[in-house]
């Protein structure tokens, strides 16, 4: 909570927090998870996506990576590496 409304101090008085890093943030918070964060947290209401685009936007991503990780394991299961 406490970080919640330093986040909301921070875009009042719009300011970006930076990057969180660390070995959790590494791990979790990918470019395009911060990527959107910027975008749905810009001080400019206008820059932020509305949820049509934003949803549209995630759901043709996250296909497309699970498209791409079921080629890859397929790929991998299908190789004489087995």
């Given at each position: 909570m406490?970080?919640?409304?330093?986040?909301?101090?921070?875009?009042?008085?719009?300011?970006?927090?930076?990057?969180?890093?660390?070995?959790?943030?590494?791990?979790?918070?990918?470019?395009?998870?911060?990527?959107?964060?910027?975008k749905?947290?810009?001080?400019?209401?206008?820059?932020?996506p509305?949820?049509?685009?934003?949803?549209?936007?995630?759901?043709?991503?996250?296909?497309?990576?699970?498209?791409?990780?079921?080629?890859?394991?397929?790929?991998?299961?299908?190789?004489?590496?087995?």
């Open positions: 406490k970080e919640d409304i330093h986040v909301l101090v921070q875009l009042i008085h719009k300011k970006r927090s930076p990057r969180p890093s660390g070995p959790i943030a590494e791990k979790w918070l990918t470019d395009m998870a911060w990527n959107y964060s910027q749905c947290t810009s001080v400019d209401p206008l820059e932020r509305d949820v049509e685009t934003l949803v549209s936007e995630l759901k043709e991503k996250l296909m497309v990576s699970s498209f791409e990780y079921e080629s890859s394991l397929a790929i991998l299961l299908d190789s004489e590496y087995w």
